[in-house]
């Protein structure tokens, strides 16, 4: 039986299950947090860097949607809770230690994930020691 965590999210028992078990045993780090990138199902665009606490991977998981945790708020969140820009998750990956996720999603609303209002949260590029938007 494997070890559960305060989480609700086992432990893998070893670093080869870790890396390469079937199961998810999420790392969160010292804050309680995972990286969390969206990335656009269909065009493969890197939409957004979010984090998520346990409670938020677990609902991400339960329910299709995307859910994060705010640092600066302090409070977890459903994606285009407010704005429409909800994100439909077609499939959650986990890197090789289990410490970050990529989510593919589509994205609802007209098709934005960043807050600014762009597409994509990565909307410049850093040229010359300055950042350029990007289109």
């Known amino acids: 039986m494997r070890a559960m965590t305060e989480t609700g999210f086992p432990t893998a028992p070893t670093k080869e299950a870790l890396e390469r078990g079937e199961t998810l045993a999420p790392r969160f780090d010292a804050a309680g947090l995972i990286a969390a990138i969206a990335q656009h199902a269909v065009t493969g665009e890197v939409l957004m860097l979010g984090w998520m606490n346990a409670e938020a ?30 994100q439909k998750v077609t499939e959650l990956r986990v890197d090789c230690d289990q410490d970050a996720v990529l989510m593919k999603v589509l994205p609802q609303g007209d098709g934005g994930a960043c807050h600014v209002g762009f597409r994509s949260c990565f909307y410049r590029r850093a040229e010359g020691g300055k950042l350029v938007e990007s289109p």
């Open 57 to 86: 991977l677990g609902l991400t998981l339960k329910t299709g949607e995307a859910h994060y945790f705010s640092r600066s708020r302090q409070a977890l969140w459903r994606k285009g809770e407010t704005s429409g820009q909800v």
